[in-house]
């Protein structure tokens, strides 16, 4: 039986690196897009996939609440992954020899305090894992890549400077997904995802919330989409503390489903450590 776990991007990808904190005994296996992350568990190619849902500084990933209610999988975990970046070349060259680095688009205004001090310029990549790949096959003695220390492990690159990005704060949300459910109580601290679509009538989204409010349940995440192409018809996803179980939860999810006419839970797992 398989035991990979699948994510998007390259091997040494934060996406990786997510796989590594909630899996280590699970063999990694890269895809190329998001879909075929799915694709590859419900192929059975993998048995779980890791998706990033949101990042402290840059908010939710695009399409990824479109894809999981449609996926037909269930989140079973959450994994916060602090990004670390840091600056690799290949063996034997100097920090001061690097005139010009590549990364994914988003690492570059991370570290832009750091490449000015050193006079570094920097170059938009596809994937900065698959960056650090291409310059472990070949490149100028003056380029570097940006990445994780992961990245650099798997390729044989040197890491030259560590943690250069200008906030200690970006951390980016993973769900970790099964095919199958896991409803039950494994922590303290639970979370609940669902999504919903309330029903037309007025003040609906108010009175369902409303729920929530009365019963002290605390939500952490609210954000509404699109569904169908339609501007009419719009979908919630949710975060909640708490288990289904619990009595204030249980009556919460009843008053939703009053005002809703779709609802789905997406999943019941504990919440990461780091959420707090």
């Given at each position: 039986?398989?035991?990979?776990?699948?994510?998007?991007g390259?091997?040494?990808?934060?996406?990786?690196?997510?796989?590594?904190?909630?899996?280590?005994?699970?063999?990694?296996?890269?895809?190329?897009?998001?879909?075929?992350?799915?694709?590859?568990?419900?192929?059975?190619?993998?048995?779980?996939?890791?998706?990033?849902v949101?990042?402290?500084?840059?908010?939710?990933?695009?399409?990824?609440h479109r894809?999981?209610?449609?996926?037909?999988?269930?989140?079973?975990?959450?994994?916060?992954?602090?990004?670390?970046?840091?600056?690799?070349?290949?063996?034997?060259?100097?920090?001061?020899?690097?005139?010009?680095?590549?990364?994914?688009?988003?690492?570059?205004?991370?570290?832009?305090?750091?490449?000015?001090?050193?006079?570094?310029?920097?170059?938009?990549?596809?994937?900065s894992?698959?960056?650090?790949?291409?310059?472990?096959?070949?490149?100028?003695?003056?380029?570097?890549?940006?990445?994780?220390?992961?990245?650099?492990?798997?390729?044989?690159?040197?890491?030259?400077?560590?943690?250069?990005?200008?906030?200690?704060?970006?951390?980016t949300?993973?769900?970790l997904?099964?095919?199958?459910?896991?409803?039950?109580?494994?922590?303290?601290?639970?979370?609940?995802?669902?999504?919903?679509?309330?029903?037309?009538?007025?003040?609906?989204?108010?009175?369902?919330?409303?729920?929530?409010?009365?019963?002290?349940?605390?939500?952490?995440?609210?954000?509404?989409?699109?569904?169908?192409?339609?501007?009419?018809?719009?979908?919630?996803?949710?975060?909640?503390?708490?288990h289904?179980?619990?009595?204030?939860?249980?009556?919460?999810?009843?008053?939703?489903?009053?005002?809703?006419?779709?609802?789905?839970?997406?999943?019941?797992?504990?919440?990461?450590?780091?959420?707090?």
């Amino acid at each position: 039986m398989t035991n990979r776990i699948a994510f998007q991007g390259d091997l040494g990808a934060y996406s990786h690196e997510a796989c590594v904190a909630a899996r280590p005994d699970m063999e990694a296996l890269p895809c190329r897009t998001f879909e075929d992350v799915i694709d590859a568990v419900k192929s059975g190619r993998a048995v779980m996939a890791m998706l990033p849902v949101e990042n402290s500084t840059y908010g939710r990933v695009a399409d990824i609440h479109r894809l999981l209610p449609e996926s037909g999988l269930h989140i079973v975990d959450e994994v916060f992954v602090r990004v670390r970046i840091c600056l690799m070349a290949r063996p034997g060259i100097n920090l001061s020899d690097i005139r010009k680095v590549r990364a994914h688009l988003v690492l570059i205004p991370q570290a832009r305090a750091f490449l000015e001090k050193h006079g570094i310029t920097a170059e938009a990549a596809a994937d900065s894992a698959g960056a650090a790949a291409e310059l472990a096959r070949g490149g100028a003695a003056h380029e570097g890549v940006l990445a994780s220390e992961l990245a650099a492990n798997i390729h044989g690159l040197e890491v030259l400077a560590r943690d250069i990005e200008d906030h200690g704060h970006n951390t980016t949300r993973f769900l970790l997904m099964a095919p199958q459910a896991d409803l039950s109580r494994r922590s303290d601290h639970m979370m609940t995802t669902f999504v919903f679509q309330v029903r037309n009538i007025p003040a609906a989204l108010y009175k369902a919330m409303g729920g929530f409010a009365t019963n002290g349940v605390n939500m952490t995440k609210l954000e509404s989409y699109m569904v169908g192409g339609s501007f009419t018809a719009t979908q919630f996803y949710a975060d909640i503390e708490g288990h289904p179980d619990d009595e204030n939860v249980r009556l919460a999810l009843e008053e939703l489903r009053y005002f809703t006419n779709v609802l789905s839970i997406l999943g019941v797992y504990p919440a990461d450590p780091k959420r707090f």
